[in-house]
């Protein structure tokens, strides 16, 4: 993982480089190379900014560097190599290729293939699954201060999993921690729906829900959850301060036990006929009304 | 458009008819056949629930006929002839072909491909674009009451304009107005989306945007409209009761005009770093806040 990247142009849109760039699409390439890839000009702002350390190569159209000079600023700044590639090149390095598919999540990405990364392209150096770390992270939040925790439990779309992270920086959640069983949040298409908040706040994946659970009550973190089923209304609850929104999987929601051992369970007021909301949808809504509590409360 | 539908067995997943219910996902063929096509036994239940009248013609699995007998039972009573077909022509129903690419929608139809309708697949009769018919639909609301009308204009993705109606639908939006041009809310990615909620509340499509704000001011309804360099915080504004969210275009927002014209507009706090939320996350925080000020004020 840390040997140097070859400077040499990138002349042809077959060569072994560029496919293997191409290949991150697929998780068993993400892991096989160590590596994660980053599309689109505001992502790859953010992680020069906020994980420069992560970055390992920029490429660049010519079009792009004129139009993002900042870009190969910080680029230059961090030390990162930037490769000048002609627009063939760069559309092969996120061609999706068929070999995504059994990878894991290659249908959910087949979308994703369509979205233009406007002429800029990274890779970073994925960070490792730790099911530790997840649980380190809460245990080194400040104790007795405020605290949003948004845990995904088997969330599997990467679509998902991308607009979740971005949607809890902005709702200024603390931690995002992600069970075993979801969508690898460094998948291009979530990659691409985080827009650039994957690297803002701390994400860790690989989580055992217990572990996590456990860890929560250790903390004094509520585990809040949602349900249908709840007798408190979400807008009618005074929120706890310290609070970890678990979310669960887009089809059947939280599994029974994760469900019980919630200490808080809310139900979202659905005034028209709509039988539920998705899950993305659900979490903006506590999040935003976490962060309105807050607010009126300082 | 009225006339009566072939009852006759569908044996070919090659024949006619199939092709025909196949190829709605394009835009063109919904104008030229005057339908469009709903799947999935939530959207059809509601379909059949809501706007009986709108349905044509269902096509069930013997599974999925099994499994949701309340359709049978719904169709019938609605008088609507149900077809029984084999797995092989449930799926060449909603295939995806490159022909619908070309017709306005298809590129972002692609993915949609991959969800499975369950079984479960409907032809409804395409409601008209009708520009008048959205102006007629705000004046229809009760004048001096509560009123939550979502105005979508340039909305392109078919995706996020079912999403947007499902999420309207379930903050108790009274009405949903799409401008001329947004992406259409009855192309199958679409509908899917809506998760049945197009068929809960109004929706007009083909409204011009001067038009709607000329009407919401003459029916004492607030338009209103997020920006990111409003004075307004949403969280510490009194929301008028009778409100219009105007929701602009996913890449650009609002135009200048629209937004000025917007007597009302507001910030919604971001406390991370995200630079932005995407459309559907913008909506839900309105909506579900126009809908907890409700609440607290009844």
């Given at each position: 993982?840390?040997?140097?990247?070859?400077?040499?142009?990138?002349?042809?849109p077959?060569?072994?480089?560029?496919?293997?760039?191409?290949?991150?699409?697929?998780?068993?390439?993400r892991?096989?190379?160590?590596?994660?890839?980053?599309?689109?000009?505001?992502?790859?702002?953010?992680?020069?900014?906020?994980?420069?350390?992560?970055?390992?190569?920029?490429f660049?159209?010519?079009?792009?560097?004129?139009a993002?000079?900042e870009?190969?600023?910080?680029?230059?700044?961090?030390?990162v190599?930037?490769?000048?590639?002609?627009e063939?090149?760069?559309?092969?390095?996120?061609?999706?290729?068929?070999?995504?598919?059994?990878?894991?999540?290659?249908?959910?990405?087949?979308?994703g293939?369509?979205?233009?990364?406007?002429?800029?392209?990274?890779?970073?150096?994925?960070?490792?699954?730790d099911?530790?770390?997840?649980?380190?992270?809460?245990?080194?939040?400040?104790?007795?201060?405020?605290?949003?925790?948004?845990v995904?439990h088997?969330?599997?779309?990467?679509?998902?999993?991308?607009?979740?992270?971005?949607?809890?920086?902005?709702?200024?959640?603390?931690?995002?921690?992600?069970?075993?069983?979801?969508?690898?949040?460094y998948?291009?298409?979530?990659?691409?729906?985080?827009?650039?908040s994957?690297?803002?706040?701390?994400?860790?994946?690989?989580?055992e829900?217990?572990?996590?659970?456990a860890?929560?009550?250790?903390?004094?973190?509520t585990?809040?959850?949602?349900?249908?089923?709840?007798?408190?209304?979400?807008f009618s609850?005074?929120?706890?301060?310290?609070?970890?929104?678990?979310?669960?999987?887009?089809a059947?929601?939280?599994d029974?036990?994760?469900l019980?051992?919630?200490?808080?369970?809310?139900r979202?007021?659905?005034?028209?006929?709509?039988?539920s909301?998705?899950?993305?949808?659900?979490?903006?809504?506590?999040?935003?009304?976490?962060?309105?509590?807050?607010?009126?409360?300082?």
């Amino acid at each position: 993982m840390t040997e140097r990247p070859d400077r040499s142009p990138l002349t042809s849109p077959r060569s072994e480089r560029v496919r293997k760039v191409a290949a991150l699409a697929g998780r068993s390439a993400r892991r096989k190379q160590g590596r994660f890839r980053i599309e689109g000009p505001q992502s790859v702002r953010s992680l020069l900014t906020h994980r420069p350390e992560l970055t390992r190569e920029v490429f660049l159209t010519e079009r792009a560097a004129g139009a993002h000079a900042e870009l190969v600023d910080l680029a230059n700044r961090a030390g990162v190599p930037v490769q000048l590639v002609d627009e063939q090149i760069l559309r092969a390095l996120v061609r999706e290729t068929a070999a995504a598919g059994p990878a894991g999540d290659g249908t959910a990405e087949a979308s994703g293939a369509l979205v233009s990364p406007q002429g800029v392209v990274a890779v970073g150096a994925l960070p490792s699954e730790d099911p530790a770390s997840a649980v380190a992270a809460l245990a080194a939040l400040a104790p007795a201060k405020a605290a949003t925790v948004v845990v995904l439990h088997e969330v599997r779309d990467p679509g998902n999993v991308g607009a979740l992270v971005r949607t809890a920086d902005a709702a200024g959640a603390d931690l995002v921690l992600l069970t075993r069983t979801c969508a690898d949040p460094y998948s291009p298409k979530a990659v691409r729906a985080a827009a650039g908040s994957l690297f803002h706040l701390p994400v860790h994946t690989g989580a055992e829900i217990q572990d996590v659970l456990a860890q929560l009550a250790a903390c004094s973190i509520t585990a809040a959850a949602t349900s249908g089923y709840a007798d408190s209304e979400l807008f009618s609850v005074e929120l706890p301060t310290r609070i970890a929104w678990i979310l669960g999987n887009e089809a059947h929601g939280l599994d029974r036990d994760t469900l019980g051992a919630a200490p808080l369970a809310v139900r979202i007021p659905l005034a028209g006929h709509a039988e539920s909301l998705n899950v993305h949808t659900a979490a903006t809504v506590c999040l935003f009304e976490t962060l309105r509590q807050r607010q009126a409360g300082a």
